[in-house]
């Protein structure tokens, strides 16, 4: 009883750590009751099968955690308009079974080579598997450890040198270090190394916070100009008009919503993810004709000076079946068809800028490791909102120049906006703002459209760019270089949003460097393997 009451403690605080809605602090200690379980079934439980018991308490915190905190998937909808299990169910049980696997592998580790080589492992295994999630095609890094202060941007200024991943490192140590507090408390009780530890961790704790205080009242980076930006949030029903209204229609809304909110001069003109066509999507090798890409052009002919800036749904037809890629589908014997989710940028006698969504959503935008699993699953994908079928991405990140003026954007589009040094690329590309297109309408009225907005924050800081963010049902905002919010909409609302973005030049040091915090524990990790097989080794042969 005492081993499922410390475990459900780790996830309740674990929980109500969580952006939107909790209380970050409690992060700095939230795995410690967890490593407390642990140790105690390992050192002191009379159970046969203690792996056993400390991997089932272990999936069963990180299960709640998983619930509570993403459990608004569930707001997803099948076709038929029900709710979707499935879209809820499977990120759970797997994300969870995930990390219960390092935790295990923890577990197993300080069993071989002690408590504190083991505490080592700990934090380098973690940072690792969440690098690793970064990066694999069921990517899912919602809960990475430091994004959970993306609500407190003035606590995590030097975020811009080590970036979120530096996050997760600061608080896997405190909580490292709270264990190693108490075990050495229970272990000798002396009151001077209770004292010493104890303010050791204070100390870790307040001292990046007064950093960052200081980092936040100096900072003081001089923009290289300002742009006038209108987001339109045309807030069109994913589920039924987007698939229902014809695409002129949708197009003369979105450009009526526009024409109604310029006032003065509107340097980018921003639309949210797939915002056009509605149903279907645009052919690529046929831009320049197309009918719906062309109104565009005739509305900016209207405001001279300014770029529109949108998401489509865009597709690429092959008959040369040679030189068909890997995400193509066959429509028919002769005629295999890619798609992409889109970023454009359309001004009057210029080329359209394009980029293809880079960080695609697992079961959603892509179907993860196809060459294994569809022999087994087949067709079926997640329907977790959205398309059904693999998409195709640029391998490159990309900034869209204006002819007008120093802008350029860098065209990410939702599910990007999670990935720290992913973003970096745009900036690398010579963004000097980030333009955010993002329809995060699918899960309704719940926490996913407050926390991608959240974790949004952590990219200002990191590479000290101001965002201009475009949501189909919101939250629209602007944020600051600071990772402030300037002001946003409401969620629900048929709106625009005006803001003066300064453009930025500099480089951080996260932007050049990226996670090197997450590079140093893969080699952290393998060094401590090594060791630990160098030392089996040597007692085998001592033995022998």
């Known amino acids: 009883m005492k081993y499922l009451l410390l475990t459900l403690i780790s996830a309740m605080l674990l929980s109500v750590s969580w952006p939107t809605y909790g209380i970050p602090f409690f992060i700095f200690f939230a795995l410690v009751p967890l490593l407390m379980m642990e140790h105690g079934i390992s050192k002191f439980s009379a159970y046969k099968r203690k792996s056993w018991m400390v991997f089932g308490l272990s ?19 099948n076709p038929d308009g029900s709710h979707s299990m499935m879209a809820v169910v499977f990120p759970v049980l797997v994300n969870s079974f995930l990390y219960s696997l390092v935790f295990q592998c923890y577990h197993w580790y ?16 973690w940072m690792s598997f969440e690098k690793f999630h970064l990066n694999w095609e069921l990517t899912w890094p919602w809960l990475n450890l430091g994004n959970v202060f993306s609500e407190y941007p003035k606590l995590i200024q030097w975020y811009d040198t080590l970036g979120a991943t530096g996050g997760s490192f600061w608080i896997l140590l405190i909580n490292v270090l709270v264990f190693y507090t108490l075990r050495t408390w229970e272990a000798g009780r002396k009151r001077k190394d209770l004292i010493r530890n104890v303010s050791i961790v204070a100390a870790l704790i307040i001292l990046p916070m007064i950093i960052s205080l200081v ?23 994913p589920y039924a008009e987007k698939y229902s209204k014809d695409s002129l229609t949708i197009e003369n809304d ?10 003065g001069k509107i340097d980018y003109y921003i639309a949210p993810e797939t915002a056009l066509p509605g149903r279907g999507s645009i052919s690529e090798p046929t831009f320049e004709k197309s009918v719906l890409l062309n109104n565009v052009k005739g509305f900016l002919s209207k405001h001279p000076g300014a770029v529109f800036a949108t998401g489509i749904s865009s597709h690429r037809f092959y008959k040369n079946q040679e030189n068909i890629p890997k995400e193509a589908y066959q429509l028919n014997p002769e005629l295999w068809v890619e798609s992409y989710n889109t970023a454009i940028q359309i001004a009057p006698q210029e080329k359209i800028q394009v980029y293809h969504k880079g960080k695609l959503v697992p079961g959603v935008e892509i179907f993860p490791y196809m060459s294994v699993l569809k022999p087994l699953l087949g067709d ?19 900034s869209f120049s204006n002819p007008y003026n120093k802008g350029r954007m860098a065209p990410i589009i939702c599910y990007e906006s999670i990935y720290g040094e992913f973003t970096t690329e745009y900036v690398k590309k010579g ?92 080699f952290a990790l393998g060094f401590l393997l090594f060791y630990f097989l160098i030392e089996k080794f040597r007692s085998r042969i001592k033995k022998a």
């Open 59 to 77: 999936y069963l915190c990180f299960v709640v955690w998983n619930i509570v905190t993403t459990g608004w998937l569930y707001g997803s909808k």
């Open 110 to 125: 300080k069993n071989a080579q002690g408590t504190y080589w083991g505490l080592g492992f700990l934090i380098a295994i």
């Open 215 to 237: 980092k936040y009242n100096n900072f003081n980076e001089k923009p290289s100009g300002q742009v006038n930006v209108l987001m339109l949030q045309p807030d069109l029903d």
């Open 254 to 263: 979105l450009l009526t919503l526009a024409e109604n909110n310029s006032k």
């Open 380 to 398: 079926a994908m997640l329907n977790l909102g959205g398309t059904v079928a693999s998409l195709s991405i640029d391998k490159e990140r990309k």
């Open 431 to 522: 963004a000097n703002f980030m333009g955010i297109m993002t329809n995060d309408s699918w899960w309704g009225v719940t926490e996913g459209h407050k926390q991608l907005l959240s974790y949004a924050k952590l990219r200002a800081i990191e590479n000290r760019r101001e965002i201009a963010r475009a949501a189909n049902s919101g939250i629209s905002a602007h944020i600051n270089a600071k990772g402030e919010v300037v002001a946003d909409t409401f969620y629900g609302d048929q709106t625009t949003l005006f803001a003066k973005v300064n453009l930025y030049e500099t480089t951080t040091f996260y932007t050049r460097a990226g996670d090197l915090l997450s590079r140093f524990s893969f």
